[in-house]
């Protein structure tokens, strides 16, 4: 973790642990860099993160702010760290389908930028919260990139395996959004009905040099699926 | 607009009309100082302006490249532009169902951070694409932020009147996302059926200095709505 990373969450605990409200100011930008013994551009390098995660803002002029907590329960869009992290007090499990090395569709191939003769990890999965369905999800990786998974590592969380396992940089991501009515298949899957109300999030991750790696295809139960997402004055 | 947000600008446009394609690296910093007779900083802010678009992607030590355009007839969720900058080859239009100053429910005071006594612009709008509906959408701005509204501002874009014409900076945005079933109410104005699906999107947006004005609830037609998201690497 590089010093502006550490840095930034050790200003995101103290807003947690001093349960800082909405609006309270925080340290000028000197005061930090003494408080961390970090350099200028290191503690704005760690305040502009913690203003992208949407925990403060910063008001030219005028000095940085904490920025409200958002709602509880909401998934965040932008996290690409899973559902765990939003969903901390709920009870988060997988449940495998399928796991298999397989020749891209084309619609595959094209979302991962590779050739259809190149295989690709495809993982199919059922997460279910406090018990309930929450979504039935498809996923192929590049398997040049991804170069191994297991049952085990697909229960738990490919993400970190990804960064901590395989050492890769998440770069960017890109997400779609549509909403729609389930199929027979997806209705069995998420224990509802046919032509009740779905949403469908595709995902395509890439990494920090901007090869993408993951294409995925999430189906969401409609009764269960809330999402928050925080804007930055663009 | 400041000088890196017109430097970011012209990239932009560079970029758009060279028809430059996904990977394709763009001069190195020093390159870019002497092209916009502009500072390291500006450059530097310019740039993270352009990531943040989701237009290039940086890579440490490597260089800036050009990011993949995304796919057409979606619509943005993170633009505080409105949707016409988003699907500029549709044709959007709006009709207004209500215009009028009303007190706050708890709700919407709640959300705007103001007393039950202050007055609220409240709003009714359905939206159309290409002659079909797309959203009706009900949105509550702080009178005490946004202090005139009128018939042809409505209908036109009131984003484009808050900053121009108020002269206000919008800082930053929440956004809310769920999806169920249509009221009767809300598939007579968008011509579905009751019990189709929906999308709803709450926002709330504030102002560069923390202060939310605008509260928006806004219900999507599922036939017409389709959303993406660019994502950095937090």
């Known amino acids: 973790m590089l010093k502006y990373q550490q840095v930034a969450n050790q200003i995101e605990l103290y807003i947690e642990q001093h349960q800082l409200q909405q609006g309270t100011k925080l340290p000028v930008l000197e005061s930090l860099m003494d408080e961390f013994s970090a350099s200028k551009s290191t503690i704005i390098k760690a305040l502009d993160l913690l203003e992208k995660k949407g925990l403060i803002f910063q008001v030219r002029g005028s000095g940085i702010f904490v920025r409200r907590k958002s709602r509880m329960g909401y998934i965040n869009l932008l996290s690409n760290q899973g559902f765990k992290k939003d969903l901390e007090e709920f009870d988060i499990t997988s449940e495998m389908l399928q796991l298999d090395v397989v020749k891209p569709t084309q619609e595959v191939a094209d979302n991962l930028q590779i050739d259809y003769d190149q295989g690709v990890y495809y993982v199919k999965r059922i997460r279910y919260i406090n ?104």
């Open 131 to 234: 018990g309930q369905t929450l979504c039935v999800e498809e996923s192929y990786y590049d398997k040049s990139v991804v170069t191994y998974l297991n049952k085990q590592i697909v229960t738990e969380s490919i993400f970190h395996y990804v960064t901590e396992g395989l050492g890769l940089n998440i770069g960017f991501s890109e997400m779609y959004i549509k909403t729609g009515k389930l199929t027979e298949e997806e209705a069995n899957y998420l224990h509802l009905k046919q032509g009740d109300p779905k949403l469908v999030m595709e995902s395509i991750f890439f990494l920090s040099n901007g090869k993408p790696f993951d294409f995925s295809k999430v189906t969401y139960n409609y009764e269960q699926s809330q999402f928050f997402l925080l804007g930055s004055g663009i």
